[in-house]
Antibody, heavy 119, light 112 residues
Framework: QVQLQESGPGLVKPSETLSLTCTVS????????WSWIRQPPGKGLEWIGY???????NYNPSLRSRLTISVDTSKNQFSLELRSVTAADTAVYYC?????????????WGQGTLVTVSS | QSVLTQPPSASGTPGQRVTISCSGS????????VYWYQQLPGMAPKLLIY???QRPSGVPDRFSGSKSGTSASLAISGLRSEDEADYYC?????????????FGTGTKVTVL
């Protein structure tokens, strides 16, 4: 059974960089597309971006200037870096698996991790 | 902000049929597949419907999706207490740089 687990600091200071890693177990990171989605407390879902196992990416235009998503196939992990964060970046961050030919078909999700931006 | 509009809430009694709408435009729903996700309280979202009307294995056939023009709908028939959750539609949007995914505003379904 495929499982995804997010990890990283739960608290980040304003203007610093938010870094999260998603570890994939029970299956290979190859041949799929890997996404990040976030949800501010009490609000709806926001798509952040995705990366193919081969390294190709697609980012939310509203975050593109601050965002980097990378993949490490040797560790079966992919990561998110969001720079210059503000309180508006406070959210539960989810990682999810998508199908390469249907990247919005997110069939496995991590449990989510809350990241709070505060001094 | 979301470009896909859903009603904030919907409700029904056990056994009833509930329908949730998702309104978009020609650049998203009108020209791309629609997906539906269910988010139970305190849990991660779960894929409910993909490619407008396809159900992943394990999703009961009480859930069905449809699309017409620039709108889509999710129907839950034979409503059960465990269906109480938030539901989100999603689609790609061709009008935005990079063709990003956009989610709907979300609908909270309450079983009375």
């Amino acid at each position: 059974q495929v499982q995804l687990q997010e990890s990283g600091p739960g608290l980040v200071k304003p203007s610093e960089t938010l870094s999260l890693t998603c570890t994939v177990s029970g299956g290979s990171i190859r041949s799929y597309c890997w996404s990040w989605i976030r949800q501010p407390p009490g609000k709806g879902l926001e798509w952040i971006g995705y990366i193919f196992y081969s390294g190709g990416t697609n980012y939310n235009p509203s975050l593109r200037s601050r965002l980097t998503i990378s993949v490490d196939t040797s560790k079966n992990q992919f990561s998110l870096e969001l720079r210059s964060v503000t309180a508006a970046d406070t959210a539960v961050y989810y990682c999810a698996r998508g199908i390469v030919y249907d990247t919005n078909q997110l069939d496995y999700w991590g449990q989510g991790t809350l990241v709070t931006v505060s001094s | 902000q979301s470009v896909l509009t859903q009603p904030p809430s919907a409700s029904g009694t056990p056994g009833q049929r509930v329908t949730i709408s998702c309104s978009g435009s020609s650049s998203n729903i009108g020209s791309n597949y629609v997906y539906w996700y269910q988010q139970l309280p305190g849990m991660a979202p779960k894929l409910l419907i993909y490619r407008n009307n396809q159900r992943p294995s394990g999703v009961p056939d009480r859930f069905s999706g449809s699309k017409s023009g620039t709108s889509a709908s999710l129907a839950i028939s034979g409503l059960r207490s465990e269906d109480e959750a938030d539901y989100y539609c999603a689609a790609w949007d061709d009008s935005l740089s990079g063709r990003p995914c956009v989610f709907g505003t979300g609908t909270k379904v309450t079983v009375l």
